[in-house]
Structures are given as structure tokens and as C-alpha cells.
């Protein structure tokens, strides 16, 4: 008789219902929303003959912006730049110049328009790269001088003493200035 038990225990579990035997549906899973897109790390915007250029390291919040101009000779070489950002002190901007090394340090760069002189940058360090002159001014001053002209130019003495004249157009600086301010 045992063995009739089993058979008749046997049969009722196969011949159960199919819904009883069938595996329960897993419940859906809700969709995984998609990942923020990325923000690019650096991005250019073209003014004229300017370049607002604009950076987001990961580990900040805060995007660091500055429009360069850099200046190239007749066979394409870098023979200066001048970048505009922020300054410390709110509502002024940094003006900066980077030159080659050989320069004479105790004299400036001047920034002259129609020659006369409308900025002085200081040389604050020189690097295998390049001597690097700057000032902060307030940025109504350095919207004045973007507004005076299509044309500049940087004159500093090499170390030689001989004056080294750069041309430094200023066609775009306002539009880029503008842009700057809006990042």
C-alpha cells in the first residue's frame, strides 16, 4: 500500500493545474533612468580674431573662463599671446601677456593704441615657456580700451634692450569681453 500512496501522491502533483506549477512572472523592473549627459570639459567660442575658451575640471563646480589672442609671426610660430579673465576683485579683469624669455625685466609691457600707451603689465614670472606680464583693472577700464580701436599693439625690450613691437588686433575683443562676463 505504501507504494500505491506514493504513486497516488505522485500523480496528484503532476497532474495539478498548470498555474500552480508554472514559475510566478518577476515583477517589472522600472527602467533605470539614463545618466545626466555629460557637460564638456572645454569649450571655444570664436570673437573676431579672439577666443573665449571656457574649462570644467570634474572636481569643480564653477566653470573657469578667459579670451585669448594669441599672436604667431609669418612662419606660423607663437610669438606672443594676451588673455583676459577674471580678477580677483569683483568687476575685474586680469590682462595677462605671455612673451618669449629673452626679455629685460625690468620694463613693461605697454599696450599701445594709436601710440599711445592705454596698459602697463607688469612681468611677474618668467617660465621655459615664457616671461609673463599682468595687471587687474576694472572692467568698465578694459571695455574702454576694446572700444578704441581695431588695432594695438605690445611693445616690451627683448634683453638686448632693443623695443620688440607685436601687432594685437582688437577686432572681436568687445563680443568676447561680452561673452565672458555671460559665463
Do not use: H
Not at 575658451?53 to 594669441?70: D, K, T, Y
Not at 601677456?97 to 612681468?123: C, G, K, R, W, Y
Request: overall charge positive.
Amino acid at each position: 500500500m505504501k507504494a500505491g500512496a506514493s504513486l497516488a501522491l505522485l500523480a496528484a502533483f503532476y497532474c495539478a493545474p498548470a498555474a500552480a506549477q508554472s514559475p510566478r512572472p518577476a515583477p517589472p523592473v522600472p527602467a533605470a533612468a539614463p545618466p545626466p549627459a555629460p557637460r564638456p570639459e572645454r569649450t571655444t567660442a570664436s570673437y573676431g580674431d579672439w577666443t573665449l575658451r571656457c574649462e570644467q575640471p570634474a572636481n569643480l563646480a564653477e566653470r573657469s573662463c578667459e579670451v585669448a589672442q594669441p599672436i604667431m609671426d609669418a612662419r606660423g610660430q607663437p610669438i606672443a599671446q594676451m588673455v583676459v579673465k577674471r580678477g580677483t576683485e569683483g568687476g575685474s579683469l586680469l590682462v595677462s601677456v605671455q612673451v618669449a624669455t629673452n626679455i629685460s625685466l625690468p620694463e613693461p609691457v605697454q599696450l599701445l593704441i594709436e601710440d599711445q600707451t592705454v596698459l602697463t603689465l607688469t612681468f611677474r614670472r618668467c617660465l621655459p615657456r615664457g616671461c609673463f606680464a599682468e595687471v587687474e583693472q576694472r572692467s568698465a577700464d578694459v571695455f574702454g580700451i576694446a572700444r578704441r580701436g581695431e588695432a594695438a599693439k605690445l611693445e616690451y625690450r627683448d634683453a638686448a634692450g632693443a623695443l620688440v613691437s607685436v601687432p594685437m588686433p582688437l577686432r572681436g575683443l568687445v563680443a568676447a569681453l561680452e561673452a565672458l562676463a555671460r559665463s
